[in-house]
């Protein structure tokens, strides 16, 4: 027995032994270089490629199996500008043979020196990295359907690998060149190099990344793992940091689980404070973004927590820093083929005109001529992904300030689902008062649908106006109930439908840019009743009283009244928003005191009616002939002789004062926008 474990030893030992000496022989008398041109022939037809091995190749077997090349160059198909689509300076792999036997990996090095790759885009779309593998003559044949097995393996197993260990792993002087010959666009990412410290399951792996875009620096830094026993499975932690051009800075930590099977992400992302416009500047790119405050975009910071896995995901504890503001905010979003979406959103304080363009500079003829031009047909909107779309969110913010117009103190709730989203509530304050508001928007149909109900109260008018349309027509604090319906998604369409009621009551307050007192004063002159007096382009009011309903694009107003202590003013008509044309009728009538607006004993005067038609535009004013006479004769005129020259007008503008109509026309103008 002890005779026969002796000889196996001796056999065994001696067996290992040869196959040590042959590993360590034959490669040096193997002449592998005269295999080059076999494999340049094997892998130029399996790749469709023509290859070409230009320096030495190697090969060892003991104690470390490895390959070395240099020199390599895969070239690509005709037509392209760069001969070569990839190409290796030198490429060296050594492994440790007797350790895979128990599979343990021991790598010695991994270099891959000066490799380059090129990807070109020719005029007519085709790319360069299309067709690899292709070969020209018969197809290949079809595979055989193989019969699927029961597979062997037991869940869990993970990969076949004990350990790993790698001494030395570098890739450097790496290029990537991007060419786009339609665009005329050519990138270049240079001097790439990436380095691997620590490499194994039970340590964090030290990585090191740097690179040159068109010779501007990028990097990356930062450890990976302990990767575990089983690669993929488990928690691997991260942390790594971003720099690009010494402008920007990224760094992300926490945590991956199980990346390989359920991945679920916890992680902390933070880009400390930078420029983007020193971005673009570093970039050599001008500014995508016009704005109208050059100086604006010139400060961000971002930090936020993000959590979940590929179909839900979380941001929390979200801090967003834009020049002087600062915005606070979570978002939740789940079940992305229909998003369940919810937010929680917090602003202190924003200047939005500093990020809008700047105001166009072409002329008024360039405009109009624009304006002209037949617009195009507008396509359908396509409102599936609203109606897939589930929705939760607040906003809030302490100040906001819009074109010219400066509202505080901002809550907003929007719900929706199934294509029905909800406003309510809107609440702000703006101008010493406050404004709430609630509606729908409905998209369920082809056609959207939507309402709103707005209440203002003692809401100061004047400076509102006068910043937001950089107009000044009317004065005063308002009180509002409006509440409208609509339908359609183009302008033209929601004027047609537009629908509702509202009531405007203004107090305390005066028109602006229109004398009413002086145009009553000029007719009581013309009837030789009182001089003329100087005009004045403002008329007070006490109360300005405006009720109206929409239907189909047709706002009414049945009597909208001014008081004033000199005067009354009754209005009545139509302003037709779809043909933008205006039918009103003015009735003034004259008070000889200003004692309290419920005094009637001691008010006389005239009746002066006038017709208001025409367009937006172009208003159109015109004196009342019947309605004067009628009035004139109530009023007790004994010689209608005085109304000649209004009756030889025919009822024109003849008879109008010239000031007085621009005074109106001009009003008319601010009301509605134009």
Request: proline content about 7%; cysteine-free.
């Amino acid at each position: 027995m002890k005779k026969a474990i002796k000889w196996t030893a001796i056999i065994g030992g001696g067996f290992i032994v040869l196959v040590i000496a042959a590993l360590l022989i034959i490669p040096m008398f193997v002449d592998i270089q005269k295999y080059k041109p076999e494999i340049e022939k094997k892998v130029a037809e399996a790749t469709g490629r023509p290859f070409n091995l230009g320096g030495d190749l190697s090969l060892s077997l003991f104690p470390w199996a490895g390959i070395s090349l240099s020199d390599l160059h895969l070239g690509n198909p005709s037509g392209f500008t760069e001969k070569d689509f990839v190409t290796i300076k030198s490429f060296e792999v050594r492994i440790k043979l007797l350790p895979l036997i128990s599979k343990d990996i021991q790598v010695k090095r991994f270099i891959l020196k000066g490799p380059r790759i090129v990807l070109e885009r020719l005029k007519d779309g085709k790319g360069n990295w299309e067709g690899i593998g292709k070969q020209s003559g018969k197809p290949a044949p079809t595979p055989a359907k193989e019969v699927k097995r029961p597979s062997k393996k037991k869940p869990g197993m993970g990969l076949p690998i004990k350990s790993l260990a790698v001494g030395e792993f570098a890739i450097t002087e790496g290029n990537v060149l991007w060419i786009d010959q339609a665009k005329g666009e050519r990138k270049e990412v240079s001097d790439i190099t990436l380095r691997l410290k620590d490499v194994s399951f039970d340590r964090p792996i030290h990585l090191a990344l740097s690179a040159n875009l068109d010779g501007k620096p990028l990097s990356l830094e930062g450890t990976v793992g302990p990767l575990g026993k089983e690669p993929g499975k488990g928690i691997i932690p991260l942390d790594i940091v971003i720099k690009v051009l010494k402008q920007l800075n990224i760094s992300l930590k926490g945590k991956l689980t199980d990346p390989a099977d359920k991945l679920r992400f916890d992680l902390a992302l933070k880009v400390s404070p930078f420029s983007p416009r020193k971005l673009m500047e570093a970039l050599g790119q001008p500014f995508p973004v016009k704005t109208t405050d050059p100086k604006a975009l010139n400060s961000v910071a971002l930090k936020l927590n993000l959590k979940g896995d590929p179909q839900n995901i979380s941001a929390s504890d979200g801090v967003l820093d834009l020049d002087d503001s600062k915005l606070t905010f979570s978002v939740r979003a789940k079940e992305f083929s229909k998003p369940d979406v919810k937010f929680d959103l917090n602003l202190d304080k924003i200047d939005v005109d500093r990020y809008l363009p700047p105001p166009s500079e072409k002329k008024p003829e360039q405009a109009e001529k624009k304006a002209a031009a037949p617009a195009p047909e507008k396509k359908k909107t396509d409102y599936t992904p609203l109606r897939k779309l589930v929705l939760e969110g607040t906003i809030k913010a302490g100040e906001i300030k819009a074109h010219g117009a400066k509202i505080q103190n901002i809550n907003m709730k929007i719900t929706g689902k199934n294509g029905l989203f909800r406003l309510d509530p809107l609440a702000l304050n703006l101008y010493q008062g406050d404004m709430s508001s609630k509606g729908t928007f409905d998209v369920r149909q082809d056609i959207p649908k939507s309402n709103m109900e707005l209440r203002i109260k003692q809401v100061q008018v004047g400076p509102l106006l006068r910043d937001l349309m950089k107009k000044d027509f009317i004065e005063g604090t308002v009180k509002a109930d409006v509440d409208i319906r609509m339908a359609g998604d183009d302008a033209d369409r929601i004027k047609r439908t537009l629908n509702g009621k509202g009531d405007l009551l203004f107090n305390d307050g005066a028109i602006v840019g229109i004398d009413l007192a002086g145009m009553v004063r000029n007719v009581k002159a013309t009837f030789g009743l009182a001089e003329k007096g100087a005009k004045k382009p403002r008329t007070d009011f006490s109360e300005l009283h405006a009720p109206f309903t929409i239907k189909n694009g047709l706002v009414h107003t049945p009597q909208t009244s001014m008081k004033s202590p000199l005067f009354r003013v009754l209005v009545a008509g139509d302003a037709h928003l779809v043909k933008e044309s205006l039918d009103f009728r003015v009735e003034p009538k004259v008070v000889t005191t200003i004692k309290g607006q419920g005094d009637t004993k001691q008010r006389s005067g005239i009746m002066v009616p006038v017709l208001i038609s025409g367009t937006f535009s172009e208003p159109k004013f015109r004196p009342d002939l019947e309605g004067m006479l009628k009035k004139g004769i109530e009023e007790g005129i004994s010689d209608p002789s005085k109304l000649k020259d209004i009756f030889k007008s025919g009822g024109k503008e003849k008879g109008e004062s010239k000031d007085s109509k621009e005074e109106v026309k001009g009003l008319l103008k601010g009301l509605f926008g134009k």
